[in-house]
């Protein structure tokens, strides 16, 4: 059975591990290097950047994971885990560290603060019909790499047209939270993904 880490260290660690399960997959939470060494699949959950960052420090786990990511290690990050999947940061904390991997430039915080948080049905290439997307406090994606995928954009309002998801080879990201909610395909479209590698 596939088994598909979630990296528990902060954020929507629950969320995710209920919908990964209701796919079939064995869902497990990732806290030590051990952990993330038995996992086919990780999600890097929603959550605050810097904190998420800073424990990943104190876990041991930065130099890991950017080692299972440049293995090849399939990775879904959302919200929070996009910025950390980033190798390029706008508007970071000072000294703000991330994993890596996905040639991308993201903006923190980008759609304003808390009150700022707003929903929208959006289209997702691989997924069938439109994705209802909440977004908090989220990021958007200032810049792609040429091997990077754009999978969905703002499709209304003064954000219009903001890239908000997208993939790399194993690695995919959205500024949303496709875990809040009982819609599943995102996470099925990531699945889907670790199965084939």
């Given at each position: 059975?596939?088994?598909?880490?979630?990296?528990?260290?902060?954020?929507?660690v629950?969320?995710?591990?209920?919908?990964?399960?209701?796919?079939?997959?064995?869902?497990?939470?990732?806290r030590?290097?051990?952990?993330?060494?038995?996992?086919?699949g990780?999600?890097?959950?929603?959550?605050?950047?810097?904190?998420?960052?800073?424990?990943?420090?104190?876990?041991?786990?930065?130099?890991?994971l950017?080692?299972?990511?440049?293995?090849?290690?399939?990775?879904?990050?959302?919200?929070?885990?996009?910025?950390?999947?980033?190798d390029?940061?706008e508007?970071?904390?000072?000294?703000?560290?991330?994993?890596g991997g996905?040639?991308?430039?993201?903006?923190r915080?980008?759609?304003?603060?808390?009150?700022?948080?707003?929903?929208?049905?959006?289209?997702?290439?691989?997924?069938?019909?439109?994705?209802?997307?909440?977004?908090?406090?989220?990021?958007?994606?200032?810049?792609?790499?040429?091997?990077v995928?754009?999978?969905a954009?703002?499709?209304?309002?003064?954000?219009?047209?903001?890239?908000?998801?997208?993939?790399?080879?194993?690695?995919?990201?959205?500024?949303?939270?496709?875990?809040?909610?009982?819609?599943?395909?995102?996470?099925?479209?990531?699945?889907?993904?670790?199965?084939?590698?």
């Amino acid at each position: 059975m596939t088994t598909i880490g979630v990296l528990a260290l902060q954020g929507d660690v629950r969320e995710h591990l209920r919908t990964l399960t209701s796919l079939g997959v064995r869902a497990v939470p990732v806290r030590r290097r051990a952990e993330l060494d038995a996992v086919d699949g990780l999600v890097v959950p929603g959550g605050e950047s810097t904190t998420m960052a800073k424990l990943a420090r104190i876990f041991e786990l930065v130099e890991p994971l950017r080692e299972r990511v440049g293995d090849g290690l399939p990775v879904f990050g959302t919200c929070a885990g996009m910025i950390l999947l980033a190798d390029r940061i706008e508007d970071g904390a000072a000294g703000q560290e991330t994993i890596g991997g996905l040639d991308i430039t993201v903006r923190r915080n980008a759609f304003g603060r808390q009150v700022d948080s707003f929903e929208e049905d959006l289209h997702v290439t691989g997924v069938a019909g439109p994705v209802h997307a909440v977004f908090i406090r989220a990021p958007w994606v200032e810049q792609v790499g040429p091997d990077v995928e754009v999978l969905a954009r703002v499709e209304h309002g003064p954000a219009a047209d903001r890239i908000v998801a997208v993939r790399q080879g194993r690695l995919l990201a959205t500024s949303f939270h496709p875990e809040v909610g009982d819609d599943s395909r995102v996470h099925r479209l990531f699945v889907e993904l670790v199965a084939s590698t």
